[in-house]
C-alpha cells in the first residue's frame, strides 16, 4: 500500500461561460502545490458528461497532472458506460471515481434507474470489462449515506463495492473527525483496507455551509453552527475561524492515520490554497 499521503483537488464542470474562462487559472493555481491527482465530477443521469471530459481535458492542458473522472450510473445502460470508458482509456485516464449518482428528484422507487442500480454494480462492470486498466475509487460515508436506514446496512453496501474491486474511498465531507475515526475502526474490524481519504470542504460562509451539510446528511456541529452564524457578516472573521475549524480537522486526520485528504474546490483555487498553506503539507514528491 502507498505510504505517501495522498492530496487530490476536486473540480466540477463549469456550467456559465465566467465559469469557463476563469477555470485554467484556477486548475493552474492549484496544480502549483503539487497534488496527486485532480477529479472532476459528472452529473447524475449522464448530464454534464461531454463537461466533464473537457474539464478533464483543461487540466491535462494546463498541468501535467494525473485526473481521475467521475462516473456516475443512475439512468446510464452498459453500452453507455462501456462507451465513455473506452473515451478515457484513450485519453490516457488511469484512475476513475465510480458512484451511483443522486436519484433524479422526481423518482418514483428507491432504486436507481437504468441498468445499474448501485455503484458496487458499476464497480464490478469496470473491472470485467477493463480489468486492472483504471484505479477505482468508491465513495464512503462516515456519518452513513442520507438513503440508507440504518449505518450498519450501509456499511455493508460500503463494502460491496470494496468487495467488487475498488482500490480506495474518498468520503464525504465531514466536520467530526470522530465520525471518520469510527469508520476506519469499523473497516478495520471488517478485515478493509483500502486507503480511505477523507473529503474536505472549506468554509467560507454560514449559509453555503449549512445547506451543503443538509444536502449531504453531514452533521454541523453546533458550536461551529453558531459561530458561523454569529460571523455571517464579517467575512473576514468568518473566514479566520473557518481556516482555523478546517486546519484543526485536517491536522488531527492527519495525525491520526489518514492517508491523505481530497479538498472539495467547488473550482476555487484561494480557500483551498489557504488551507493549504496554514496546514504547511509536505507534498510527496
Ligand atoms: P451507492 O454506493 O450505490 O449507495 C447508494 C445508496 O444505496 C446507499 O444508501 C447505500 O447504502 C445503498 N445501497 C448500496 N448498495 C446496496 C444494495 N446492494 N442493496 C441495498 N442498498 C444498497 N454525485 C454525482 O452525481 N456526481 C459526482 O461526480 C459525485 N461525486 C461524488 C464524490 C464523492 C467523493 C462523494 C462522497 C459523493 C459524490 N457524489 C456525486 C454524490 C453521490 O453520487 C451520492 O451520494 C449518491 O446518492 C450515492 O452514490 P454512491 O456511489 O455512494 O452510491
Given at each position: ?55 478533464l ?30 473515451r478515457y482509456q484513450e485519453a490516457g485516464v ?192
Amino acid at each position: 500500500m502507498d505510504l505517501q499521503p495522498s492530496f487530490s483537488f476536486e473540480l466540477f464542470p463549469p456550467r456559465t461561460p465566467e465559469g469557463v474562462a476563469k477555470l485554467p487559472a484556477a486548475i493552474s493555481q492549484l496544480a502549483s502545490v503539487g497534488p496527486n491527482y485532480f477529479s472532476v465530477t459528472h452529473g447524475a443521469c449522464g448530464s454534464d458528461q461531454d463537461g466533464t471530459y473537457d474539464t478533464l481535458l483543461t487540466v491535462v492542458e494546463h498541468t501535467g497532472v494525473d485526473v481521475a473522472p467521475h462516473l456516475t450510473c443512475v439512468g446510464s445502460t452498459r453500452a453507455n458506460v462501456a462507451r465513455t470508458l473506452q473515451r478515457y482509456q484513450e485519453a490516457g485516464v488511469k484512475r476513475i471515481v465510480a458512484l451511483r449518482g443522486d436519484l433524479p428528484d422526481n423518482a418514483r422507487t428507491p432504486f436507481a434507474p437504468g441498468e445499474f442500480r448501485y455503484a458496487s454494480d458499476l464497480v464490478t462492470f469496470i473491472r470485467q470489462t477493463c480489468g486492472d486498466t483504471f484505479k477505482i475509487e468508491v465513495a464512503a460515508y462516515p456519518e452513513t449515506h442520507p438513503e440508507a436506514g440504518c449505518p450498519d446496512v450501509d456499511f455493508d453496501n460500503f463494502r460491496r463495492k470494496v468487495e467488487a474491486g475498488a482500490d480506495g474511498a474518498l468520503t464525504q465531507l465531514f466536520y467530526n473527525a470522530d465520525a471518520y475515526f469510527d469508520f476506519m475502526e469499523r473497516c478495520e474490524k471488517a478485515g478493509i483496507d483500502i486507503p480511505i481519504v477523507p473529503g474536505i470542504m472549506p468554509i467560507t460562509s454560514f449559509e453555503k455551509t449549512l445547506r451543503f451539510c443538509t444536502s449531504c446528511g453531514a452533521d454541523l456541529p453546533r458550536w461551529v453552527r453558531l459561530r458561523l452564524e454569529h460571523l455571517q457578516n464579517d467575512r473576514t472573521a468568518l473566514l479566520e475561524f473557518g481556516l482555523s475549524v478546517v486546519t484543526r480537522l485536517c491536522e488531527t486526520l492527519l495525525r491520526n492515520g489518514a492517508p491523505g485528504l481530497h479538498f472539495y474546490t467547488i473550482n476555487h483555487a484561494e480557500p483551498t490554497l489557504r488551507l493549504w498553506n496554514s496546514l504547511a503539507l509536505t507534498v510527496p514528491a
